[in-house]
């Protein structure tokens, strides 16, 4: 009777056992990587990592933002230059008949690690400038080489802790550009570009569409 109960106890330690491994295995190989609980407040640097339109875009749309400076938070949680920020459209509305102006709200929920982590914030738009390579666009709200925005010439991103970032917040020495000037972590609003405003990380035009182009200058408050 004792070798029967001693046998089903061994048992039962060897079954538990492989399920544990199991359980880890589905873990590390099938399931997402948990978000880390690394806090990042202040001013984000980011370029848009492709050309967004109010006639095209829908709530919840993602929009996709890259760093340009490489940051770590307050328990040195490092992020590389080029990080993905993950956002998505508040609201989008192009302008119609009865309407004065076209709308596009956007906020961001998270910057993608390495290693399939997820860095979570809450971001807001605090200025829009121009992609510094590209010419004055037309006066639907689409993004053209611009002027200095306040407090732009060689700042530093204001982070937690934040790394030194070379040649100013978004490249260029001192913070020029190439046809235009950079946005510096004191910027806000909408600086280079016609006919478009920006209200409570909400970006608002009189022409017919909301449009900015790849590489517009971002700088995002994270709170």
Do not use: W, Y
């Not at 940051?71 to 992020?79: E, H, L, N, Q």
């Not at 121009?130 to 306040?150: F, Q, R, V």
């Not at 046809?179 to 004191?186: E, I, T, V, Y």
């Not at 609003?189 to 022409?207: C, E, Y």
């Amino acid at each position: 009777m004792n070798r029967v109960v001693l046998f089903a106890a061994l048992m039962l330690l060897a079954t538990t056992m492989c399920l544990g491994q199991d359980t880890s295995a589905m873990q590390s190989s099938g399931m997402p990587a948990a978000s880390t609980g690394s806090a990042l407040h202040g001013t984000i640097p980011a370029t848009l990592a492709k050309s967004i339109d109010s006639k095209k875009l829908k709530d919840g749309d993602e929009i996709d933002a890259k760093t340009v400076s490489m940051m770590r938070t307050a328990d040195g949680v490092m992020i590389p230059v080029g990080s993905k920020i993950v956002g998505r459209v508040t609201e989008s509305k192009a302008r119609s008949k009865g309407d004065p102006e076209s709308s596009l709200g956007i906020s961001f929920d998270k910057i993608q690690l390495s290693g399939g982590k997820e860095l979570p914030i809450k971001g807001m738009l605090q200025a829009v400038g121009p992609n510094p390579s590209e010419s004055s666009g037309p006066d639907t709200g689409a993004a053209g080489a611009g002027t200095m925005a306040k407090g732009g010439a060689g700042d530093s991103a204001t982070m937690a802790s934040p790394v030194s970032s070379p040649g100013g917040p978004i490249g260029g020495q001192g913070g020029q550009g190439s046809g235009g000037k950079m946005l510096g972590p004191k910027s806000s609003g909408v600086v280079g570009i016609k006919n478009l405003t920006l209200d409570n990380s909400v970006l608002s035009s009189t022409g017919k569409e909301v449009k900015l182009d790849m590489g517009a200058q971002l700088m995002i408050k994270a709170e």
